[in-house]
């Protein structure tokens, strides 16, 4: 009985040491030698908390593994997963980007930027006074007339993205899709190989829809197909004559 209580009492010391913690400073990013006092500390794993004194320095119970978080009103809350126990040095961001007050006094304006786009579609607008008469809406009604929105600029662009997409593809078509690359795998040459390239040359509708595109697997699979055309079906056919119109 009394080496039991001896065995208790001695291991009632390593089960207090077991409450590790762990200690830092908490700093602003912009300027590092400001401490931040305040701070919420709080253990996400078993929900305690604390607060930074004056000085902006922690200490919280704590493991390795642990995953911490800091908040402040006006700084962004960030985490900090515990790799280990060793003192931790804390930036906290602002929120706030503050800008410096800017004297526009004698700047020259651009009157360009004041200039109606001449990409923007025009909005006609039916004005709502009490005795003004309907009018067409291709009419201005009280003198109101808006340019809104850039939707012929916004599909100019679309377009333009939509061209450099597919310009895209039809290079990496090239690239994988050439006489030397088919030449190596099917020993294709001269007319044929012209052919079976025309006849076969994937769309970019294909290459969009199968991303990664197989190529080497493409050629072999059409050129199985190749094989059962006949000598007739592997030649271009001609187009036919257009009769001239007097």
Not at 90 to 109: F, H, P, T, W
Not at 196 to 218: A, G, H, T
Request: charged content about 25%; hydrophobic content about 35%.
């Amino acid at each position: 009985m009394y080496k039991l209580i001896i065995i208790l009492l001695l291991a009632f010391p390593f089960c207090t040491l077991a409450q590790t913690v762990t200690t830092g400073a908490i700093y602003d990013f912009s300027k590092k030698t400001i401490s931040l006092p305040g701070v919420t500390v709080r253990n996400l794993n078993t929900k305690k908390i604390t607060s930074a004194n004056a000085a902006g320095k922690f200490t919280i119970t704590a493991n390795t593994g642990d995953l911490l978080e800091f908040s402040l009103v006006g700084y962004r809350t960030d985490t900090l997963y515990l790799t280990s126990l060793l003192p931790k040095t804390i930036y906290m961001v602002d929120k706030i980007n503050a800008l410096n007050d800017v004297d526009i006094k004698g700047v020259k304006i651009n009157k360009s930027i004041l200039s109606p786009d001449p990409l923007a579609e025009k909005y006609t607008l039916l004005g709502t006074g009490g005795n003004l008469e309907r009018k067409k809406m291709t009419d201005k009604v009280g003198g109101l007339n808006l340019n809104l929105g850039y939707g012929k600029y916004k599909r100019q662009q679309r377009k333009e993205a939509e061209l450099e997409e597919r310009d895209k593809y039809l290079a990496e078509i090239d690239d994988n899709f050439n006489e030397r690359t088919i030449n190596n795998l099917l020993k294709l040459e001269g007319e044929d190989l012209k052919n079976f390239m025309i006849i076969y040359r994937p769309s970019v509708l294909k290459i969009q829809e199968e991303r990664p595109f197989r190529y080497s697997y493409y050629i072999v699979q059409s050129y199985h197909a190749w094989l059962k055309l006949s000598p007739k079906e592997r030649k271009l056919q001609d187009l036919p004559v257009l009769k001239k119109v007097n």
